[in-house]
């Protein structure tokens, strides 16, 4: 649970552990599927090969930063509309013999865009936008802010691109410690990469249903299983 108190007072803290980026990514896109289904939209994740397997970080804190920007994106963006979430890395110079990569995530709808003078007010504490600052129809309050916080204490950035009628492009990239490189990703985890390549939701007939052996969720959509 977040404290406010933390988040005021800039104390908020990662708890820094090995994750698999893909295992995150995949839980995400696991949580909102049947939301974008719900209202006709197709969910469209592609991963590039280059992305390392695991890595270092708060596992927690990122996927409520690319949940926070898939809600949006899900809210904002028309019945039927196309939702892209992309993940890209780029490897960064070695540091005391550790390997790093930048890993950037970048959900984009198709929702009625955001003027670029009102931009910069999106990541700012408490701030909400009016429905015609802000094209989508109403603010984000703290979530962004909190993203931004996030995203800040690994080191990264965030930001977007939006022109109104345009749809928007909310992304985060992090510098990352890398544990397990790609090629150890397409290898022991080809499966789980391919499934999330070519995860796309085309109707409302989606269902969250638990897996009790594993612990984990397994997509259903028109009644065939996506994701194991």
């Known amino acids: 649970v977040l404290s406010m108190q933390k988040i005021e007072e800039g104390k908020l803290e990662l708890d820094m552990q090995p994750f698999l980026l893909a295992d995150a990514v995949n839980s995400v896109l696991l949580i909102f599927g049947a939301a974008a289904a719900s209202k006709g939209q197709h969910l469209h994740q592609e991963m590039a090969g280059s992305i390392p397997c695991k890595v270092l970080g708060d596992r927690f804190r990122v996927e ?11 809210k904002f963006s028309p019945q039927g ?3 892209t979430i992309s993940v890209t890395s780029s490897h960064l110079p070695p540091h005391q013999e550790e390997e790093w990569a930048t890993v950037t995530v970048t959900v984009k709808d198709e929702g009625p865009g955001i003027a670029e003078e009102h931009q910069h007010k999106l990541f700012t504490n408490f701030v909400q936008l009016n429905a015609d600052q802000l094209q989508r129809g109403q603010g984000s309050g703290l979530g962004l802010s909190l993203c931004k916080q996030i995203v800040e204490l690994h080191d990264g950035t965030v930001g977007l691109r939006s022109q109104p009628g345009q749809g928007s492009e909310f992304y985060f990239s992090i510098p990352f410690q890398v544990l397990m490189p790609s090629s150890h990703s ?18 409302a007939e989606a269902t ?9 969720t397994i997509l259903v959509v028109d009644g065939k299983q996506h994701i194991e």
């Not at 397409?186 to 109707?203: G, Y």
């Not at 249903?209 to 594993?214: C, Y």
């Open 64 to 74: 409520h930063v690319l949940g926070n920007l898939l809600s949006n994106a899900i």
């Open 81 to 83: 509309g196309r939702i």
């Open 186 to 203: 397409r290898s022991s985890h080809h499966n789980a990469t391919n499934a999330l390549q070519q995860l796309v939701i085309p109707t």
């Open 208 to 216: 969250i249903m638990p897996n009790n052996n594993k612990e984990r």
